[in-house]
């Protein structure tokens, strides 16, 4: 449409608007030196990102990518940066928002947008091959961390020659959000450093002391049983199934996310049993706070422990204790996929002997273990004797589904009880007695 001259701190541009009927939208490109002609262009194509390059948001590392690209071509006196107009990896500014919300509650930046019935990343390069040919480039240095998108260029006809990394600051606030980039959308940033600081949302409170796993007995780690529930006691919609509107019932608020994170990193092991697995397909990270991820364990009796679960797609290495009873086709999958599977004696009932497990787990190494579901695996514990610790949070909502705990066989008391409000959340703790 028009090209007008741009001075800036690190060197003078052309700014030129695009306009396409492709998308009906119009797109940028700053440009510096001739590129007419020319092979191994320096490019960054650059998606929108108004909170980032406008705001400087912490939660993403788009506005300084942007600067480093400018700085990196102003340096070689040639280059060019497309920005198109696809705020929130293509679905708007809106959802982008929404999904920062779900983020803000523990979802990372891909579930959230699967949540709000988008893909993981919806922009498409058509109008960057355009303008890129439409400049006269005939093959590009491409500044960029996302092999995604160079397969995407390289589809459409673009000779890419070279990728040029854009290394990211790591901070408390975006550390999950690179992270999930490398762990699931084949992002190649190093995260060397980030250990620790995959934090949500500014600054935690610190955990109460009292909350600090005790020592471990000969026979078993120290265990917390911890989860959240309504005040009328709901852990759950129903057994198994999500809320109405399709997604899993959030109970806890970001503060008591921020706690139950602090809880994890404070445990050697987390264990949860398959329902929870099937159910919620959960990550049993550490990304709300400071500290190392614990050892997920998983109580499978029968091996059906799905291929495709996060716990094996970010190569967690998850213990699965099952029977003598799941197949030997499935313990061989799962080796292969990453897993540990443990064969461990049966209780009456045909599950996993709790007890036998836990002496496994305390054989090798694993002084601290937090409990976080289901219903089934906390019933079990609690009437077995084997917890010493419960921490709950009470949510201020009613659902009417399933309870955390039933049919024990008495009335179990707690001791050194305290209590404290985490945002709108009250969490209630104890230690059973005689633990």
């Known amino acids: 449409m028009t090209c007008a001259r741009i001075p800036t701190d690190v060197g003078q541009f052309q700014l030129c608007l695009y306009h396409t009927n492709q998308d009906d939208k119009e797109h940028l490109a700053l440009l510096m030196g001739d590129v007419n002609g020319q092979q191994d262009v320096l490019v960054r194509i650059h998606?929108?990102?108004f909170t980032g390059d406008v705001l400087g948001s912490l939660r993403c590392d788009c506005g300084e990518q942007l600067q480093r690209a400018m700085a990196l071509i102003a340096a070689r006196g040639v280059g060019v940066i497309l920005y198109l107009r696809q705020e929130g990896r293509g679905i708007g500014l809106l959802n982008k928002l929404r999904a920062y919300n779900l983020q803000d509650e523990g979802y990372d930046t891909v579930d959230a947008n699967l949540m709000l019935g988008h893909q993981a990343d919806e922009r498409?390069?058509?109008?960057a091959a355009l303008m890129l040919g439409d400049l006269g480039i005939r093959s590009i240095h491409l500044l960029t961390n996302n092999p995604r998108k160079m397969e995407a260029l390289q589809a459409l006809?673009?000779?890419?020659?070279?990728?040029?990394?854009?290394?990211?600051?790591i901070t408390q606030e975006?550390?999950?959000?690179?992270?999930?980039?490398?762990?699931?959308?084949?992002?190649?940033?190093?995260?060397?450093?980030?250990?620790?600081?995959?934090?949500g949302n500014g600054?935690?409170?610190?955990m109460p002391a009292e909350l600090h796993p005790g020592d471990p007995s000969p026979q078993r780690p120290f265990i917390t049983v911890t989860y959240a529930q309504s005040l009328d006691g709901s852990i759950a919609a129903r057994r198994g199934k999500r809320h109405h509107s399709g997604l899993p019932l959030r109970l806890s608020g970001p503060e008591t996310m921020q706690l139950t994170h602090q809880l994890r990193a404070a445990h050697q092991a987390i264990l949860v049993g398959i329902g929870t697995v099937l159910a919620d397909d959960p990550r049993l990270t550490v990304r709300l706070a400071p500290g190392t991820s614990p050892q997920p364990v998983i109580v499978d009796s029968h091996l059906r422990f799905p291929l495709t679960a996060r716990l094996l797609a970010e190569g967690r290495r998850p213990i699965i204790a099952a029977t003598g009873d799941g197949s030997v086709a499935s313990q061989e999958a799962l080796a292969a996929a990453g897993a540990q599977v443990v064969r461990l004696p049966a209780d009456d009932a045909g599950k996993v002997d709790l007890p036998a497990l836990l002496a496994w787990l305390r054989q090798h190494g694993y002084a601290s273990l937090m409990v976080e579901g289901g219903a089934t695996i906390i019933t079990r514990l609690i009437a077995l004797g084997l917890v010493d610790r419960l921490v709950v949070t009470v949510a201020p909502m009613l659902v009417g589904g399933l309870t955390a705990v039933s049919s024990l066989p008495q009335i179990t008391r707690l001791r050194q009880v305290g209590w404290r409000q985490f945002g709108n959340?009250?969490?209630?703790?104890?230690?059973?007695?005689?633990?």
Not at 124 to 127: E, F, S
Not at 157 to 169: K, M, Q
């Open 47 to 49: 998606s929108e990102c």
């Open 124 to 127: 498409d390069y058509t109008v």
């Open 157 to 169: 006809g673009l000779s890419v020659t070279n990728r040029v990394s854009l290394p990211a600051t």
């Open 174 to 199: 975006n550390a999950s959000y690179l992270n999930t980039k490398v762990a699931r959308m084949r992002h190649l940033l190093d995260l060397a450093g980030a250990e620790g600081l995959e934090m």
């Open 203 to 206: 600054e935690v409170a610190p």
């Open 425 to 435: 959340d009250m969490v209630f703790w104890g230690d059973f007695v005689g633990a």
